[in-house]
């Protein structure tokens, strides 16, 4: 919100003064935000909780808000699952090259969609094998 106030030039003293009153409105709320906006992340374009991360860095969202909210999501979401239902997706589609290249951009994929190494080191094993 701040961000976007500053784009637009206004006063730093009047960007405090609407923050602080639309927080005591409710109306600005980092935890809500953050869940909503993975819980639509999560069913529009899946994504492991680095990217999830990442994006919710750049919204401006405070570090204990997103460790908060990605410990919640852990509960939720079996990043294993997800990555390896992307995978299998994507593996059907390369079925005609070697496994090597097939497994790197598998690798690939789901290490740019923010998984951990390890998930995608298990999903990698699970599909190709």
């Known amino acids: 919100m701040r961000t976007r106030l500053r784009m637009k030039r206004i006063n730093a003293a009047v960007i405090e003064e609407v923050v602080e009153k639309l927080k005591r409105a409710g109306h600005i709320d980092d935890a809500k935000f953050v869940k909503a906006w993975i819980e639509w992340r999560m069913r529009e374009n899946p ?5 999830l991360s990442y994006e919710l860095k750049a919204k401006g969202i405070s570090d204990a808000a997103i460790v908060a909210a990605l410990e919640e999501r852990r509960t939720t979401y079996d990043d294993f699952e997800i990555a390896r239902s992307m995978a299998a997706e994507k593996f059907e589609r390369l ?5 090597r290249k097939a497994s790197k951009r598998l690798y690939d ?6 998984f951990e190494y390890d ?3 298990r999903v990698i094993e699970d599909i190709v094998r």
Not at 47 to 51: E, Q, T
Not at 95 to 99: A, E, L, N, P, Y
Request: charged share 30%; no cysteine; hydrophobic share 40%.
């Open 47 to 51: 994504a492991g909780g680095h990217l």
């Open 95 to 99: 079925k005609g090259i070697d496994r």
């Open 109 to 114: 994929l789901l290490m740019r969609r923010g």
């Open 119 to 121: 998930v995608v080191r």
